[in-house]
């Protein structure tokens, strides 16, 4: 497999097409944690803030984010949903998601921080983002005590 054949694209309405969107779905549900309803993924897609990584017509992961996100800091860039295909893991592919992604918003998002909830038990996810320069913030998770808060700022996870 070619990495670097693989692109990031922004999903919108006009360009997620059926297949593409059960592709979603199906990533979604075979994810093994909570998993949002299609409507849900729908939405997500409707506003503008979902990124597929495409590995030619077959998704290897898609993320999505919240740039108007208030729960933690006033203001920050949250990550509300990262999956990456199982075939495709361990690859690096959701660190390049994670950085890319969240690179596109250094100007409207200068200085402030990505955030996140993980659950507490889910250590792959957990070291991902350590390995990214996330740390475990001392904030409630909105989600409930199973899940922890992290957070890096954006300047540091792009680099
Ligand atoms: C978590 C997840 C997104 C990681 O995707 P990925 O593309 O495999 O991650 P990467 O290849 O970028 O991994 C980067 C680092 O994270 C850590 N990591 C990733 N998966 C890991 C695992 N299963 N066990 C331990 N560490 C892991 C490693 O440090 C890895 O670096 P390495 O491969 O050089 O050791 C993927 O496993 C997934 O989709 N899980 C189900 C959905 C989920 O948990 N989403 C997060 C919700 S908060």
């Not at 250590?123 to 475990?136: I, Q």
Request: net charge negative.
């Amino acid at each position: 497999m070619q990495r670097s054949k693989m692109e990031i694209v922004l999903l919108t309405p006009a360009n997620t097409t059926d297949a593409l969107f059960r592709q979603i779905v199906a990533i979604e549900e075979n994810c093994g944690l909570f998993t949002y309803p299609p409507e849900v993924l729908w939405e997500c897609i409707a506003v503008g803030d979902t990124y597929a990584l495409m590995d030619g017509g077959t998704v290897a992961g898609f993320i999505t984010l919240d740039k108007d996100a208030t729960d933690y800091f006033g203001l920050s860039l949250h990550i509300v949903n990262i999956n990456v295909t199982a075939a495709y893991r361990r690859q690096g592919l959701a660190s390049r998601m994670l950085r890319v992604c969240c690179g596109y918003y250094t100007e409207s998002h200068a200085g402030l921080m990505v955030t996140l909830d993980v659950e507490k038990t889910n250590t792959p996810a957990r070291r991902l983002y350590e390995k990214l320069g996330f740390t475990v913030s001392d904030l409630p998770s909105e989600n409930g005590e199973n899940d922890l808060v992290m957070t890096v700022p954006l300047e540091q996870l792009i680099l």
